[in-house]
């Protein structure tokens, strides 16, 4: 142990420049795993047997379960272990699943694949904000992040044209190909380069009664629950939109290869709050941000559903665009401020709060994002429906939050 202890100590620390753009590429791998898959949905579906069109959405729902799973135990792991052997766990898990996805021969095979994906992805999803933090603190630590976003938020709008670029030359297995070159890049990147942040008087032993714990703990507290589950329903409407996103655009208004130009321009309306988020958080308070794009988000799905009845669930391209942009512009503000508040009141669990947190609200999204990828018609009336019920569904949540909580709804 000691002589490894030396030997990262031994190497020599990367500049600033360099650990931004490693954690970038590290952290944006989720995203890229996500999106770049969705628009070879089609071919995957029609190559491996898939019966029903709604079916191949689980290519996208897997991977959310098994980052629901593999976020409880990654985080508490890296405490243990240091930073980087969970990372390399991880990858390995990725990889795995990766390559058992490009030689599936049935469509329960490729889910396998993905699930694994879903579980090593959540590793370096998990580990890297832990590794920032083990290097940096306070206004540095905001500084690194906010380039870490800046790379994270361009990551969704280029993705489907990458995977549309793949499948202009090849087939989609070769996307799982790519994408196991990216992870054998950066892992060897972070091998190499990156030294062990985490000292081995400050590690922490791996017990699952600690994480039992922080669930029954967070069971019990409002706050934190109810911020949860508000974030798991926010973020199971944004997931039911990308099980169904190619559908609705590739199938529906017939976009064709031009698909990922749309959603990439959409996917700006998340960055742009990423980034509005980061300026008037400290000003107007996390609560208030939170409170008023439900709101809003509540008041134009009611005006895009009864836009949606009028026009049979086919409203025209660029209204429903616009009504896509102005909600994920909410949505990028609420993703930005849910899971703070839910962890307001758990300082003392550190990491195994987190990780809880992230994961209960990751499973909520799952099954209500699947729930509503598969009830896609053939129109947009269950999408906009969607976002209208779980969206009022969130206010009632949060109102019940904070009931009883005044004291903090000034914070």
Not at 280 to 296: A, D, E, H, Q, T
Request: glycine share 10%.
């Amino acid at each position: 142990m000691n002589n490894e202890i030396a030997v990262e100590k031994s190497k020599k620390e990367p500049s600033y420049g360099e650990f931004v753009a490693l954690i970038s590429l590290i952290m944006s791998l989720t995203a890229l795993t996500i999106d770049v898959m969705l628009p070879s949905l089609p071919q995957i579906g029609s190559d491996l047997g898939v019966k029903s069109v709604n079916d191949r959405q689980l290519v996208v729902s897997v991977l959310f379960l098994g980052l629901a799973v593999g976020q409880l135990f990654f985080g508490p792991l890296s405490d243990k272990t240091g930073r980087k052997p969970a990372i390399y766990a991880g990858y390995a898990i990725f990889i795995a699943g990766a390559l058992i996805s490009v030689f599936a021969l049935n469509f329960p095979i490729m889910l396998l694949g993905r699930l694994l994906q879903g579980i090593g992805i959540s590793s370096p999803r998990a580990v890297s904000l832990a590794l920032v933090r083990d290097r940096y603190a306070g206004r540095e630590m905001a500084r690194v992040m906010s380039f870490v976003m800046t790379v994270f938020i361009l990551v969704p709008m280029l993705a489907p044209s990458l995977g549309q670029a793949v499948l202009l030359i090849s087939g989609w297995r070769s996307i799982f190909l790519i994408l196991i070159l990216i992870a054998l890049i950066t892992f060897a990147w972070f091998a190499l380069r990156m030294p062990e942040t985490l000292v081995p008087e400050k590690r922490t032993p791996f017990k699952l009664r600690k994480i039992f714990q922080a669930i029954v703990e967070i069971l019990k507290n409002r706050i934190s629950l109810g911020y949860t589950i508000t974030a798991g329903l926010i973020s199971g409407v944004f997931l039911g939109y990308l099980n169904s996103t190619q559908q609705i655009f590739q199938e529906q208004y017939a976009l064709g290869r031009l698909f990922p130009l749309y959603f990439g321009a959409i996917s700006l309306a998340l960055g742009l709050a990423s980034l509005t988020n980061a300026r008037i958080v400290v000003r107007l308070g996390m609560r208030f941000l939170v409170k008023w794009s439900l709101f809003f988000i509540f008041g134009l799905s009611l005006i895009g559903l009864s836009i949606a009845l009028l026009t049979a669930g086919k409203p025209s391209l660029w209204m429903f665009i616009a009504y896509l942009m102005m909600t994920f512009f909410c949505i990028g503000i609420l993703f930005g401020n849910l899971n703070s508040l839910a962890m307001e009141p758990l300082g003392h669990l550190a990491g195994v709060g987190s990780a809880v947190v992230g994961s209960l609200s990751t499973l909520i999204s799952m099954i209500l994002g699947t729930m509503i990828g598969r009830s896609y018609d053939g129109t947009v009336l269950p999408l906009v429906a969607s976002i209208a019920i779980f969206g009022g569904l969130s206010i009632l949540v949060m109102r019940w939050t904070e009931s009883g909580q005044e004291s903090l709804i000034s914070a």
